[in-house]
C-alpha cells in the first residue's frame, strides 16, 4: 500500500478545487479524504487549495503554506485542518546538540510559524484551525488504537538479488 498518491473523488459536487489534483502524502490524509468525501455532514471540502503566507522564525522570510485541508460542515461553520503526528506538535526532547534535536527544533519551530499564520488567517474570516493528531484520528476511527503490547505481523521480505549485467 502507498503511503502517498492520487485521491480519486467519490462526490465531485463536494469537492472545491482541481479534482484532477489531489495528493495525499500519508495514509492519514487519505483517510481524511475518505471521510470528507463520503461524510452527509461534510457539505464542502478541498486539500492544499488555501495557501497561507507565514514567516518563519529560522530564515527570517516568508514562506508559503498549503493547508492540509479545508472543510465546510452543513451548518456553515469552516475549519482548516492540518493533520500530524502528535509527536511533531511539541517541542522536542532527548539529548540536545544533536543532528536529531536540531533538525526536529527546526520542523518545530516551522511547525509553530505556520500554525499561528493559521490561526489568525482563520479568525479574520470567521473559521477555525485545528491540528488533527492520530489521536484525533483514533477518536473520528479513522484509525486504529494500537494493542499495548501486540505487534503488527511483517511481510516476510524476498530475498534480495543483484541484477545480472547484460
Not at 471521510?35 to 514562506?63: G, L, M, R
Not at 474570516?125 to 473520528?140: D, H, P, S
Request: charged share 35%; net charge positive; aromatic share 16%.
Amino acid at each position: 500500500m502507498a503511503y502517498s498518491g492520487r485521491y480519486k473523488v467519490k462526490n465531485p459536487k463536494k469537492y472545491r478545487g482541481d479534482i484532477t489534483n489531489i495528493v495525499y502524502r500519508s495514509l492519514w490524509e487519505r483517510s481524511v479524504f475518505g471521510w470528507c468525501d463520503t461524510n452527509p455532514e461534510v457539505k464542502y471540502w478541498a486539500s492544499e487549495e488555501t495557501v497561507i503566507p507565514y514567516f518563519y522564525d529560522v530564515d527570517k522570510k516568508y514562506h508559503r503554506y498549503f493547508v492540509d485541508v479545508k472543510i465546510t460542515y452543513s451548518n456553515n461553520k469552516t475549519v482548516l485542518v492540518e493533520i500530524k503526528p502528535e509527536v511533531q506538535t511539541s517541542p522536542p526532547t532527548g539529548q540536545k546538540r544533536t543532528k536529531k534535536y536540531i533538525s526536529e527544533s527546526y520542523t518545530y519551530i516551522k511547525n509553530v510559524n505556520k500554525w499561528e499564520a493559521a490561526k489568525n488567517y482563520a479568525k479574520d474570516r470567521g473559521w477555525e484551525f485545528e491540528i488533527w493528531t492520530e489521536k484525533t484520528l483514533q477518536e473520528m476511527k479513522l484509525l486504529s488504537k494500537p494493542v499495548p503490547g501486540k505487534l503488527k505481523p511483517m511481510r516476510a521480505l524476498k530475498p534480495f538479488r543483484k541484477k545480472r549485467k547484460k
